[in-house]
């Protein structure tokens, strides 16, 4: 038999992994946003359906840990495949295996679109043979401690930027971070809305931000190093962008997990290890600083007021800044439109955002935005938080049509980014008043 962190035990044995979970002979250095080399990380996952979409962690010879977000859309019938021991997505593996996945658990408290409690179980369709490319974590402990500047790491395929996907070959990256105090993380998080951040998560990153993860990185691990074992803290939950300055990135929690994830693996347990922080706890009156609060604007001053429009035209193209209050809303593409009416708030159709329920994860809006496929150099982007549509709304005749997008973070006013005013309830709009519609629709029933 090859040399390998253990030997696979027979199936009829009830065991647990405490011996070997956290080992990585192969790992022996440390680095930061570079490729990993292979049996780095070897309970690190990739989930697919038809190309890679999240990662995840082996925890025992048959289960995956991953975000609940990942796969709460796929139903109790999963077309799912995990590969194990993989190190590019688009070159050859040698020391890679797949397997299928036949259950999908999502924890019964999963909140969106806050993300509380984003944590699912996989079971695979059979169980994997250990070695030095394919071993399971360790899980921390339910009195496990993480405090501020722990050090941590991160792993995946997700982008490498906000629109920027990681290039070929796809090789698996690893990036440094460190444990950052709940109280600072939900200050920071404050600035979004209160009470995002709950003790189900863990915050890690710079403060500088630039550095962790990304889109397509979600339920991979941030793992710990406790003498020569490794310890998984925390499962890719979401942030702000990629790592924006003062976000950062936040993580389910899984020492808060423990009994739940026992409930259901009740054979082969998961090893689950006690991590204990030499570092600074995090307190109420920590470093966290709440930032002056910037004085409210008063929208109906600066609503309406296109500095840049100085022309009325018809079916033609639009100059730069004539309608700043136009957004584009994406997925992998644009799909439809929208009116910025305060610095953090759009209105959109119902009908375009109601397939989202209440999980806005994908959906980014673009403002600012000029052409669809070309320079915008007067652009940001934000994400979505929160999706609210109308409670009235009818799918079928297509009545109430109306939604509300809430930013992930407010927008600074310019002349291409600016607000709309809205008609208030006593408004009469007659027959013939002139009005004009913008967007980036077909220009015919079949056009582009």
């Known amino acids: 038999m090859p040399n390998c962190v253990c030997r696979m035990r027979a199936t009829a044995k009830n065991v647990t992994y405490l011996s070997e979970c956290g080992l990585a002979p192969l790992n022996n250095r440390i680095v930061g946003g570079e490729a990993a080399p292979p049996g780095s990380w ?25 975000a609940a977000h990942c796969v709460s859309w796929l139903g109790s019938t999963p077309f799912l495949t995990v590969y194990l021991g993989r190190q590019n997505q688009s070159e050859s593996n040698p020391n890679e295996v797949s397997r299928t996945v036949t259950r999908i658990i999502i924890h019964p408290g999963y909140n969106i679109p806050r993300f509380n409690n984003d944590i699912a179980l996989l079971k695979m369709s059979e169980p994997v043979v250990f070695s030095n490319y394919i071993s399971p974590v360790c899980l921390a402990a339910f009195n496990s401690t993480f405090n501020i500047g722990e050090d941590a790491w991160v792993t995946g395929w997700g982008n490498i930027g906000y629109d920027e996907p990681l290039p070929s070959p796809g090789k698996l990256l690893e990036v440094d971070a460190e444990i ?29 931000g630039g550095k962790g993860p990304c889109f397509g990185d979600s339920g991979g691990p ?10 998984l803290a925390g499962v890719v939950s979401f942030g702000v962008g990629c790592n924006a300055p003062n976000f950062p990135s936040v993580y389910a929690r899984v020492s808060q997990f423990e009994s739940w994830i026992k409930s259901h693996i009740t054979r082969n347990r998961p090893g689950f290890l ?29 609503c309406g007021q296109p500095s840049l429009n100085s022309r009325i035209v018809g079916g033609e193209t639009a100059a730069p800044g004539s309608w700043p209050w136009q957004v584009s809303l994406h997925i992998f593409d644009h799909f439809c439109g929208g009116s910025l009416v305060t610095d953090q708030w759009v209105l959109t159709a119902a009908h375009c955002v109601e397939r989202f329920g209440s999980n806005p994860a994908g959906l980014r809006v673009y403002l600012g935005r000029q052409v669809q496929n070309g320079s915008n150099p007067n652009e940001v982007t934000r994400t979505v938080y929160k999706i609210i549509l ?8 297509i009545d109430n049509d109306i939604a509300l997008l809430k930013l992930s973070l407010p927008v600074n006013f310019t002349s291409y980014i600016s607000p709309v005013c809205l008609a208030a309830s006593d408004s009469t709009f007659y027959s013939g008043v002139e009005s004009w519609v913008t967007g980036w629709g077909n220009v015919g029933i079949f056009g582009n």
């Open 180 to 208: 950052v105090g709940t109280h600072q993380c939900k200050c920071d998080y404050s600035k979004i809305d209160d009470d995002v951040i709950t003790d189900n998560m863990i915050c890690a990153g710079f403060r500088e």
């Open 390 to 397: 109308h409670p009235d709304y009818d799918p079928f005749v």
């Open 274 to 302: 006690t991590f204990v922080s030499n570092n600074t706890e995090d307190v109420l009156n920590s470093s966290c600083t709440t930032p002056a609060l910037t004085p409210a604007i008063n929208i109906s001053e600066v």
């Open 42 to 66: 070897p309970w690190q996952v990739s989930l697919h359906t038809f190309a890679h979409i999240c990662g995840g962690s082996l925890i025992n010879d048959q289960w995956v840990l991953t």
């Open 222 to 231: 941030l793992v710990s190093q406790q003498g020569d074992r490794w310890i």
